[in-house]
């Protein structure tokens, strides 16, 4: 028996003219390098300093003319470019590592720019440990995204969850004197927040994205009334959590740059490395996560195998909202020290961002806040290291790569196809 | 496993869906359950699915009562079903799809696919389904899809399987090779409730037959029984399944479509290099397997697309770049596939409906303003003449039953001054009794000396309606051919062999 099939999938495809987007677009960028750091560059030597002076190893820093520099690692990019060319001539995508190096060489170039001259260089450690700390509330409200997008809800409340989290975790952390006592009811506050958005987007079928603005806009109003109202008379006995301290873990934590980076943090860190691999394992390698994901993508047919659609979007939801509570204390017991007016500062927004770009994906969604952290502290350094340059300019830069580096994702990004819908039981 | 449904009622306010069914499945039996578009057979099967609650009756396994209170319960008890829509989720696996909800896991509690793929792999040696446990459900063509549902259901050991109109989609010889699988599950013992309105299909493989009209058991005729006795059985009455026609009388060529191609979003060519001509007084069928670049043709030609290259002619004229207002201004008629997404808006009354597409001018408009009054007449009128069975004018379009909704759209499109007709799937979901009559006015339009293009997957209404019949697969016409040719060769041409 001869089987003959017939799918829409099947139709000759009209062969794609190659686009020049992403080569071009890489060629303007290592011009512009060449160019502008290089040969219009700063004169004088940058140095970039790779160690830390308590670390048992040093490593030498690496000192260099910033032309010189510049124009070098230009030419390398150019190369790339020229790769890129040669590729699209051929109908061939560039490969996004290809284009993450291009990326890299980019930022190197702009670093070793911004510090030429400067006495203390382009201090590695400092820039990559804050891009890690800076970054937490951001995966952490990502991971929160992703969970509960992945289920179908779209949870616009990420911010008002950060911003609870820091609340609580700062008010708790400072009257029971226990941060990790403060921790934890951060991220049951939180989860509780999420409990009303999920049951009134999966049993009263309100508009998720309304119930997200209205729940960011609640928290926004309760958490700045009681800051004034409350915290602000008594901060020290309300509102002092200070930190957790640094752990810096055995052997690891002496590893050239990587260990005083990585592994000399504080414990909202630490969980932030246990919960994204893990949330990446339960989605994609376990029973949980594959029913989940039916349900964000299908819910009847999820129903009709015997999930419980409401129940897996309920706790999936409210599961989210305690990582984002978590990210939430990783700003004040994290970082700061204490609770600020509106800290979280659209940082939840930005999260939903990175979830898009990360492409729901816990480990790119990851690889995209680190972005997001980065732009944060470039902001702070490049204004020590070169006072007076346009710094929004400079903050300009890493998104600027970011757009290339989408754009050169092979295909659509494509959300879970029930994402935002309610499912109504008929 | 016998089942058993006794007294079957189920109400939807003053509507009696199911009203006291009754019938019996014996263990490896295939009985099949006829009926019209909303006679009450998925109402039943949804009862039987746990998807929904009987007021009254009882449903019995091996004589004990069970209560279902969802699929969970029916399908631990043995009940597997396809549905219509297939139950599949696309970015997933066939082994993915076919163990969710049921996973094997290994000792650290991660998903076991390896035991998803052999169960895959057992279960399609078993039955010669021939299906890649690792493709991904999005890439597989359908009558492939409907296999993978079937698996789904047998890995979940089911007695009784559930098959829901499954043939509307598959090709005439993906239809003998379900036939074929059916039997063979029938004989290992499974038995098969197959719900369909095709009386060809009924014939080759019941064993029983329960036949529902209106909600009611009307009878239980023999497998052998004749065609047309059990379509006046399903109606109701008497049926002429013929459309009687006058010889041609062809006219000039008033649609030529000449290398039409057409990209979806990812550049496949879902029409792709299209050519014909429709002369005055003729019907072309555009005959073949849903999802053949079918939809996107008929929206070029309506201007609803972009054309990548080719061109479309109307009475001379060109009508490539043009919008779709003025190609409706050059006398071009429209019944789109899905009338309740496209043809019509559910919440505008009959009248509101009627003059959709006429909202610009006379006699609808003047100047800014709706002729209210000429808009009530006209839609009186067309009521009568086209037969909508409504209470008035003023009810609302998504209150009428499938075939009076494809009355409307029928109505508004040919009283318009057309010169050419492009109906697609003029009768999906609609009752017989519409079938013929809107039959009957695309047959009127083409005497009347109208260009007539209809776009159908049903064998029958080709034949039945066509002067020449065009078969399209994946996006190319495999040949035009008269109408006296035989189902065989349209069905071979239908899977894409070229006559």
Known sequence: MSKIEVTPGMF????????????????????????FFGFLGKPGDVSFVWSDKREAIQLPAFTVNSMLFCTVVGVVLLLIAAFSIYRSVHAKKTPVWLIAIFGFGVMMALLGWLATGAVQGVQMIFILSNTLVLAIPLILGGMAGVMSERVGVVNIAIEGQLLTGAFVSAVVGTMTGNLYVGMVAAMVAAGVLSMVLASLAIKYLVEQIIIGVLLNVLVIGITNFLHSAWLDNDSSHLNYPGTFDKIALPLLSDIPVLGQVLFNNRITVYLMFIIVPVLWFILFRTKLGLRARAVGEHPLAADTVGINVAKTRFWWVTLGGMVAGLGGAALTIGNVGSFGREMSAGQGFIALAVVILGRWQPIYVTLAALLFGFTIILRVWANQVSPGIPVDFITMVPYLVTLVAVAGFAGKVRPPAASGQPYIKG | MKLELRNITKRFGTLTANDNISLTLEPGEIHSLLGENGAGKSTLMNVLYGLLQPDEGQILIDDQPVNFNGPGDAMAAGIGMVHQHFMLI?????????????????????????????????ISDRFGFEIDPDAKIQDLPVGAQQRVEIIKSLARNAKILVLDEPTAVLTPQETDELMEIMRGLAKSGTSIIFITHKLREVQQVSNRITVIRQGK??????????????????????????????????????????????????????????????????????????????????????????????SIEVAGRDLTKSTVREVLEAGLGYIPEDRKKDGLVGDFTIAENLMLDGSFGAPFAKGFQIDFAARDRIADELIEEFDIRTPSATTLAKQLSGGNQQKVVVARELSRELKVLVASQPTRGVDVGSIEFIHEQIIAARDAGKTVVIISTELDEVLALADRIAVMYRGKIVGIVDSKTTREKLGKMMAGIAA
Not at chain 2, 94 to 117: C, F, H, M, Q
């Open chain 1, 12 to 35: 000759s495809k009209l062969e794609s003219k190659p686009t020049l987007k992403t080569p071009i677009t890489l060629l303007l960028s290592a011009l512009v390098v060449i160019a």
């Open chain 2, 90 to 122: 696309p970015v997933f696996t066939v082994a993915e799809n076919v163990v969710l909800g049921n996973e094997p896991t290994s000792k650290i509690g991660g998903l076991d696919l390896d035991k998803a793929r052999e169960l895959v792999k057992e």
């Open chain 2, 217 to 310: 058991v009307v009878a239980s005729p023999l497998p052998k029984s004749s065609a047309s006795e059990l379509a006046s059985l399903m109606v109701g009455r008497e049926v002429d399944l013929n459309v009687t026609r006058k010889p041609v009388k062809v006219g000039a060529e008033t649609l030529v479509v000449k290398d039409l191609t057409v990209l979806d979003d990812r550049q496949h060519q879902m029409v792709d290099g299209v050519s014909f001509t429709v002369r005055d007084g003729e019907v072309l069928a555009i005959a073949g397997v849903q999802g053949n670049g079918q939809t996107e043709l008929a929206e070029a030609i309506l201007g609803l697309r972009k054309i990548h290259s080719g």
